[in-house]
């Protein structure tokens, strides 16, 4: 598995929300609050599909 460069958190919004994302490295996820989604990201690179993100709840 490759690392996720945290810097892309800099380009990168919610497809859905366009709001901003925050790296979560326990789960190895990009979190869209706003939106209660969960992007995975593979071999480094985030999967920006809503309908490849996990449902979230706070």
Do not use: N, W
Not at 10 to 33: A, F, I, M, N, W
């Amino acid at each position: 598995m490759t690392d996720f460069d945290p810097r892309m958190l800099e380009s990168l919004v919610c497809p859905q929300t366009q709001g901003v994302l925050r790296y979560d490295p326990v789960t190895h996820e990009l979190v869209s609050k706003a939106a209660h989604l969960a992007y995975p990201i593979r071999d480094g690179i985030p999967v920006m599909l809503v309908d490849e993100a996990r449902r979230i709840d706070d």
